[in-house]
């Protein structure tokens, strides 16, 4: 579209009756200039008068009666039809009479969406209500289980005297009906941390099945009664570990039913190497016991000590090689006639010896002497003769230490033995094993009561 260019507006032509206004305006003197006026028209052409908005609106687009506004939009001829226009209005050709419209029929569309639930058959909402009603049900008889387990732990934990609460599991659906009954199908407890003389159970677990329970459900247990119960209770090497272990000593599984002990005793000041056998076994049926067997304490690289029925210190194979090597301490040790006798040395040989090297070497360079050495019970020799004891390698305070202890008072350290709980009457230990993690036995029991029976 071209833009609008600004036109001056030209002096209109004079009509008939201004002109003779003019003239009767006219004084005497003004004749000379009309003539020169005259003049004037007569060479110049007369410009004839144009509007400018006129132009404008030739500048701009056709007007279209059916689209005022120019916005591109037309009359809907089915509107026209529902306004009475054309031919179907009052006064039309062939068409239908003009009628109100009926706005009911928009409430009538809203209430058929809420008639639409009427229309679902009855067994369909009969359906749905069950449902309903049973997942309520459901809900419910879940919450009471919960809220009696809570219970039930709280009162385990006081009457017990658990340092930690235990955790009760109540199996069966639905649980009310069981609540009527006073009578609960199964029920798993488990329980952690249970002291049992000198160490503690890690965990005790319970399976108790046909429980009569004397109590106002789900407010109050006052007693029950246990038809069957089994179980097991784990005694952790971890544990045993930190029960025991003021000797530093650690505990693993050897074998089905053996326990290895390995780790260090403090003697005198210095740290021997302690290592055992325990072999566990059942006490009555109510009890484990142990059996301590192969016990040693290891002078690193120089001797070891057993305590017991063959109870001695002797030389490792390693020192007594040394010693044969050593002209010093295989002098002095053929300097005692004890030893040169435990030797299987006569006492003349050995008395050359003591002077001669190549007698020495002799009796040394024999293969039955480090056999021979390994052999020899220092025990009576460190009380004896502690210097020869100090010229062999040995400390003769750790050795004096060392052959003070007894058997009984080793085995003690690494007892594994424990009682059950006497609260836990009717409760009988009837398989032991030894697993991975620690000692398991087997529990067992029948007719049990807790609290006031029913």
Known sequence: MRSPTRISSPRPQNSHNDSGRDDARKRPGDAHDDGVRDDAHRDVHPVPYSNPYEELAELADPYDPEDPLGLGMKPDDDDTSDLGGGGGGPGGDGGEPWSPPDHGRSRRGRRRGRGRFKAVPLTVKLVIGVLVLAALAVLADRCAVMYVERKAEAALQ???????????????????????????????????????????????????????????????????????????????????????????????????????????????????????????????????????????????????????????????????????????????????????????????????????????????????????????????????????????????????????????????????SFQLPEKAKGIKIQNIGVEPDGIVADLTGTKMGFGKRP
């Open 158 to 416: 006081k009457k017990l005297k658990l340092a930690t609460a235990p955790n009760v599991t109540i199996h069966g659906f639905p649980f009310l009906t069981q609540v009527l009954d006073k009578k609960l199908e199964k029920v798993d407890v488990a329980v952690p941390d249970v002291a049992a003389d000198r160490v503690s159970l890690a965990k005790v677990n319970v399976q108790a099945e046909g429980i009569r329970l004397n109590a106002d459900l789900p407010t109050s247990i006052k007693g029950a009664v246990v038809e069957r119960m089994k179980g097991n209770v784990l005694l952790a090497f971890e544990d045993l570990d930190r029960e025991l272990g003021a000797s530093q000593v650690r505990f693993r599984a050897y074998g089905p039913n053996s326990v290895r002990a390995d780790g260090k005793l403090p003697v005198a000041g210095q740290n021997v190497s302690l290592h055992a056998m325990a072999h566990i076994q059942r006490q009555g049926d109510r009890g484990i016991s142990t059996e301590v067997t192969d016990m040693r304490l290891d002078i690193p690289g120089i001797a070891t000590y057993r305590p017991g029925k063959d109870a001695g210190l002797r030389l490792h194979p390693k020192a007594a090689k040394q010693i044969s090597e050593d002209t010093a301490k295989a002098r002095a040790l053929l300097q005692v006639p004890s030893v040169a006798e435990r030797l299987g040395i006569a006492p003349e040989p050995a008395g050359r010896a003591r002077t001669d090297d190549r007698q020495l070497d002799k009796i040394t360079g024999s293969p039955e002497f480090v056999p021979a050495l390994t052999k020899v019970n220092l025990v009576d020799v460190t009380n004896e003769h502690p210097e020869l004891v100090k010229k062999l390698g040995i400390d003769p305070t750790v050795a004096a230490a060392l052959t003070k202890y007894k058997l009984p008072e080793l085995s003690e350290k690494l007892s594994l």
